[in-house]
């Protein structure tokens, strides 16, 4: 088989309660449950999203850690998943993220313009965070909304059809 | 035409739109039916699987194999744990169908997937829902639970001895999860890069058990074909074609919607529906299928029927069912250019000609665009293309080099020009 196909599991040496905040453990224990005992490290990503949202939208190394030691992972494959999805920022973000689609139908739909007013009116480049620290925005890949077109996903919600009007007033009522 | 629109996965789509999603909205258009049926009568499963056979249900999920088929190859004898998992990773450009059966008929999915795991004899499933779809998780989550009080989900079910446990599994942003094994190996908990095959998952996928991978809409399918028969399914669509299927109709068209409608209606009928041509332009180009296919020229097009074999004929592949239309005045080597940024940005990078071929035919792109392209970058391009196809662990190598090759075939005086000018012949994207 090419594939490794057993759970990593190291047990680390630390007490579990220790780790991360209560409220935290409950709801990853939530989606621990989903899946076989052994398996723990199935419920990594679901983790690693809700640790990112508690703390302000990016994953430090020492929280990973403390996720790795949660699940009985390596860290470093906490690491590898942390650094192979597009939704976990590794560094300090905006209080928003602005991800603007700019996949086919989007781009057909005039998501560029729409980037380069971003750009110009909040002087910031894709991947940058304004230096009010109020966003942080991105280029994204298709968001399986494109009959919407273009799409905007702001921090949980999607905004279809944005024109450069209507992103402005959105950031506008960001705080 | 109205009249046999949306008969299958949207058919709770006339309900009230605050309620639709709802246990009791699902119930009222014979939710539900099918599997009490099973739990009551406990039919051989075989003849389940024969009924989705004869209603020629393909995968909707891009690749088109037949369902039942794929349902038959389980070893549901085998004693071991076996499991059914969905793929709602649904990141297919163009393609935006799964998240709205989720929003608007989230119970139908959760039916099909009882379905599927008693046809193959598996206890537990897993819907893979996008990280992004944070709406469509709430409401499967949702329906979930009302699935769960009203005793339709857990163990022994209406006092039966059958079992069936549904969860959701959250991804974060990847699109090469939407490949069956890479969605495996991110469900383990791992980054999410394709399984050299075989083994194939029907004996060996989850936690190295037996699964079956379904796309959301071949899943949602399923009470329906139940319900009504396997030859009333067959009999909505084309031979070798059965049954309705979800049309994302985007790029530019007056009306960019999702329209489920019975397979081999003429393209024509389908633009129509979807306010034809924006702008009241010509049409240039469609790819039929989502991203991943060959493009095909407008008046091709116009002569062909939206089902797997014409399609196929046409030049391409209905895929997922993702119609991008481009309009006249539109740079086809824009649209090549963004299409191979998004290969090149989601290869997995396992595999060389993968990782290094899709990274260099975006640059090449990039170049031209840039009014640098050089005579010889168009035979670079095919060349390019024709070492990465079917040469890689899965798929998405094909899906790249692909567009470039029929791009290429097509509209090469576009690209031609470019080089030769240093601006495009068409200016706008
Ligand atoms: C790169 C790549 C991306 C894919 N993305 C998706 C996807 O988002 N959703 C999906 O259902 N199938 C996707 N597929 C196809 C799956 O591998 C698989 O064939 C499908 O989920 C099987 O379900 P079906 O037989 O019901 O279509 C993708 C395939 C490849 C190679
Ligand atoms: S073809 Fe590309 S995406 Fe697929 S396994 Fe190889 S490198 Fe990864
Ligand atoms: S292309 Fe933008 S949401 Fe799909």
């Known amino acids: 088989m090419s594939f490794r196909n057993t759970p990593l599991a190291v047990i680390q040496d630390v007490d579990k309660e220790t ?5 935290l453990r409950a ?55 942390a650094t192979f999805y597009a939704m976990y920022d590794l560094e300090p973000v905006g209080r928003h ?59 949980k919600a999607y905004h279809e059809c944005v024109t450069p009007d209507a992103i402005d007033k959105i950031i506008d009522d960001l705080d | 035409m109205a009249e046999n629109q ?62 039942g088929l794929k349902w038959s190859f389980m070893p549901r004898s085998k004693p071991d744990q076996k499991y059914i998992v969905c793929n709602s990773d649904e990141g297919e450009p163009g393609t935006c169908k799964d998240r709205d059966i989720m929003r608007y008929n989230p119970h139908q999915l959760i039916e099909g997937m009882a379905i599927a795991g008693y046809c193959i004899g598996a206890t537990i499933g897993y819907n893979y829902i996008r990280g992004e779809f944070y709406e469509p998780i709430a409401r499967f989550d949702e329906a979930l639970e009302e699935a769960y009080a009203a005793g339709l989900l857990g163990k022994e079910l209406l006092g039966s001895s059958i079992d069936f446990d549904l969860y959701t599994h959250l991804g974060a942003g990847a699109y090469i999860c939407g490949e069956e094994t890479a969605l495996l190996e991110s469900l383990e908990g791992k980054k999410g890069q394709p ?20 796309n ?37 068209v007056a009306r960019p919607d999702n329209f489920e ?32 296919v060959p493009v095909v020229p407008g008046d091709v097009m116009l002569t062909t029927d939206m089902d797997y074999d014409s399609i ?31 290969y090149a940005h989601e290869s997995c990078g396992q595999c060389t000609p993968c990782r290094e071929g899709t990274g260099w035919l975006a640059r090449v792109l990039d170049r031209m665009l840039a009014g640098q392209g050089r005579t010889q970058d168009l035979d670079l391009l095919d060349n390019v293309a024709g070492r990465i196809g079917g040469r890689t662990i899965c798929a998405l190598g094909d899906a790249a080099a692909m567009p470039v090759q029929s791009f290429l075939k097509h509209y090469r005086f576009e690209f031609e020009y470019l080089v030769e000018h240093g601006r495009p012949l068409v200016e706008a994207a």
Request: hydrophobic share 40%; with cysteine.
């Open chain 1, 27 to 81: 709801e990853i224990d939530k989606h621990v449950a989903k899946y076989p005992p052994e398996w723990k490290q199935s419920a990594v990503m679901p983790a690693l999203t809700l640790v990112q949202d508690h703390n302000g939208g990016w994953l430090s190394r020492e929280l990973m850690d403390q996720v790795a030691a949660y699940l009985d992972m390596p860290e470093t494959a906490v690491y590898e998943v």
């Open chain 1, 19 to 23: 780790l991360l905040t209560p409220e």
């Open chain 1, 97 to 155: 993220k602005v991800c603007v689609c700019n996949s086919i139908s989007c781009m057909l739909g005039g998501a560029e313009e729409l980037m380069h007013h971003i750009e110009k009116k909040h002087n910031v480049a894709p991947g940058g965070t304004t230096a009010d620290g109020k966003l942080t925005f991105k280029e994204f890949e298709c968001l399986g909304a494109c009959r919407h077109a273009p799409v905007v996903m702001v921090d």
């Open chain 2, 195 to 214: 399984r050299f095959k075989p083994p194939f998952p029907a004996q060996a996928g989850l936690y190295g058990k037996p699964t079956t991978i379904n």
């Open chain 2, 312 to 342: 196929t004929k046409a030049g391409s592949m209905l895929g997922s069912g993702a119609v991008i239309v481009i309009a006249e005045g539109t740079c086809m080597v824009k649209v090549l250019a963004n299409l191979a940024h998004f």
């Open chain 2, 6 to 67: 949306n008969t299958v996965c949207f058919r709770t789509m006339h309900l009230d739109a605050r309620v639709r999603h709802t246990l009791e909205s699902y119930r009222s258009v014979g939710g539900y039916r099918q599997w009490e049926r099973i739990l009551r009568e406990k039919p051989d499963p075989d003849q389940l699987i024969n009924e989705v056979k004869t209603s020629a249900l393909r995968g909707r999920g891009g690749a088109g194999f037949p369902t």
């Open chain 2, 216 to 252: 959301t809409e071949s899943l949602a399918s399923v009470p329906v074909i139940l319900e009504k028969g396997g030859q009333w399914f067959l009999e909505q669509g084309r031979p070798n074609n059965g049954g309705p299927k979800l049309f994302s109709v985007t790029g530019h």
């Open chain 2, 261 to 292: 409608i019975p397979l081999g209606t003429p393209f024509r009928d389908l633009l129509e529906m979807a306010g034809g041509v924006s702008g009241g332009r010509a049409l240039k180009a469609v790819i039929p299928g989502g991203s991943s």
